[in-house]
């Protein structure tokens, strides 16, 4: 019993460090969220804000971490197993995917049928397109194609914005 209550106390300190952590990191600066990846998709000050006092304190953040916790402890053991993680891990991972994809279509969708054609993915969110839009600020010599060394240097530039990807490795030697 005394473990049990350990380890839940011990995981809602987590849930509620990662709660301080996503507050503390986020920037509010506007026209970043969409650069800001999963920072931008912070739970609402007023969900954590349970007293609706225009604070967030200590307990508050104990609290949800506490209700996250019972949420996705599915079979109510007072314990998370990896299943359960795991489904609480998908679940936001497709909301954060169902949002993205609705502001995609809101921002690109020119002919307002929902959904997006070849083109409109293409063209991009602004006028023109976007391939050629980023060929002229890849192409360091203005020669109108990208040469291996400009397309390394656009992938190294890349990789530095996305460190631990594994997207940007040389597999050369694989």
Do not use: C, V, W
């Not at 509620?16 to 920072?39: C, L, M, N, Q, V």
């Not at 397109?129 to 992938?155: H, N, P, V």
């Not at 190294?156 to 940007?168: C, T």
């Amino acid at each position: 019993m005394k473990r049990n209550i350990l380890m839940t106390s011990l995981t809602a300190l987590a849930l509620a460090g990662t709660t301080f952590a996503a507050i503390a990191a986020s920037d509010d600066k506007p026209g970043r969220a969409d650069h800001r990846g999963e920072r931008g998709m912070m739970l609402p000050f007023e969900e954590i804000d349970a007293d609706a006092d225009g604070k967030i304190t200590a307990e508050e953040m104990q609290a949800h971490a506490g209700l996250r916790f019972d949420a996705a402890d599915t079979d109510k053991d007072g314990l998370l197993d990896a299943a359960e993680m795991q489904a609480q891990m998908l679940a936001r991972a497709t909301a954060r995917m169902q949002e993205r994809s609705a502001r995609m279509i809101e921002r690109m969708d020119r002919d307002g049928d929902g959904k997006l054609s070849a083109e409109e993915m293409r063209a991009g969110p602004r006028k023109g397109d976007r391939f050629e839009r980023m060929l002229s600020r890849l192409d360091k010599d203005a020669d109108g194609a990208l040469s291996r060394a400009e397309y390394e240097a656009a992938r190294e530039m890349r990789g530095a914005h996305r460190l631990g990807d594994g997207h940007h490795r040389d597999h050369k030697g694989d």
